[in-house]
C-alpha cells in the first residue's frame, strides 16, 4: 500500500509544474514589455504569485530564467520553420516553387505569428541582454544551412558551402520581406508586394546558385 506521501506526490508535482508554467509566462511578459535589464526577480515573483525563493528554485537566476524563456519561444519558432522546410522544400520538387513556397510561408505566417514577434522583442538591441549561446541565436539558421546541405547533395543547388548559400538566399528574399513589412509598422503590407521581393529574391539566388 502507498504511503501518505506517495500519494500525494502526483499533486505536489502538478502543483510544481503548474508554479513552474506561471513564473515563465510572468518572466515572458516582463522581459518582453519592460527589458532584460530593468526586470527584478522580484517582479517575476510577483506577478507570478509566487515566492522569490520558487523563483530561484525552479530557475537558479535572472538569466537562465531568461534564457529558458527564449528557448521556449524558439523551440516554437524553429518549429514553424522546420514544418515549412518538410512541407515546401520536398524531394522532386521543382527548385524555383520550393524555394519561393517557403520564404513566402515565413514571410507571411512566421513573420505575423506571436512567438516570433515574441522573439524579437525579447532579443531587441535596445535592451541590454546577457550573453546568447549560438545554438539559442541561430538555430533557424542552422537548420536552413542543414536543407541547403542536403539540397547541394542532392544536386539541387550547386554549393560547396552551404551556410553563406543560406544566408545569401535569406538576405535576398525572407531578409528583404522583413524589412519591407518593418518600413511600415503598424501599416498593412500588401502581400502582392511581399511575394514579388521574394519571387526576385529566388530568381536572384538561383542564377547564382544553379
Known amino acids: 500500500m502507498a504511503t501518505a506521501a ?54 537558479g537566476d535572472k538569466q537562465a530564467l531568461f534564457l529558458r524563456v527564449l528557448e521556449r519561444v524558439g523551440d516554437a519558432l524553429v518549429a514553424t520553420i522546420r514544418t515549412a522546410l518538410d512541407e515546401e522544400l520536398t524531394a522532386g520538387r521543382e527548385p524555383r516553387d520550393a ?43 542552422l537548420l536552413l544551412e542543414e536543407r541547403f546541405a542536403k539540397l547541394a547533395a542532392e544536386g539541387v543547388i550547386a554549393t560547396s558551402d552551404p551556410g553563406t548559400a543560406a544566408r545569401h538566399f535569406t538576405a535576398l528574399t525572407i531578409r528583404l520581406a522583413l524589412d519591407a513589412l518593418n518600413a511600415n509598422p503598424g501599416a498593412r503590407v500588401r502581400e502582392e508586394a511581399i511575394l514579388k521581393i521574394i519571387a526576385d529574391g529566388v530568381d536572384a539566388f538561383l542564377r547564382a546558385y544553379r
Not at 513552474?20 to 517582479?43: H, K, M, P, Q
Not at 515565413?106 to 541582454?129: C, K, N
Request: aromatic share 10%; net charge positive.
Open 99 to 141: 524555394l519561393t513556397a517557403f520564404a513566402r510561408r515565413v514571410a507571411t505566417e512566421t513573420f505575423p505569428s506571436s512567438d516570433y514577434v515574441t522573439y524579437q522583442r525579447l532579443t531587441s538591441r535596445q535592451w541590454a541582454l546577457p550573453q546568447l549561446p549560438e545554438p539559442v541565436r541561430d538555430r533557424p539558421e
Open 6 to 59: 506517495e500519494e500525494q506526490t502526483p499533486g505536489r508535482r502538478r502543483r510544481s509544474e503548474g508554479k513552474r508554467a506561471a513564473i515563465l509566462a510572468a518572466a515572458e511578459a516582463l522581459f518582453v514589455t519592460d527589458g532584460y535589464e530593468r526586470v527584478s526577480v522580484d517582479a517575476i515573483a510577483a506577478r507570478a504569485q509566487v515566492s522569490k525563493r520558487t523563483v530561484y528554485d525552479h530557475f
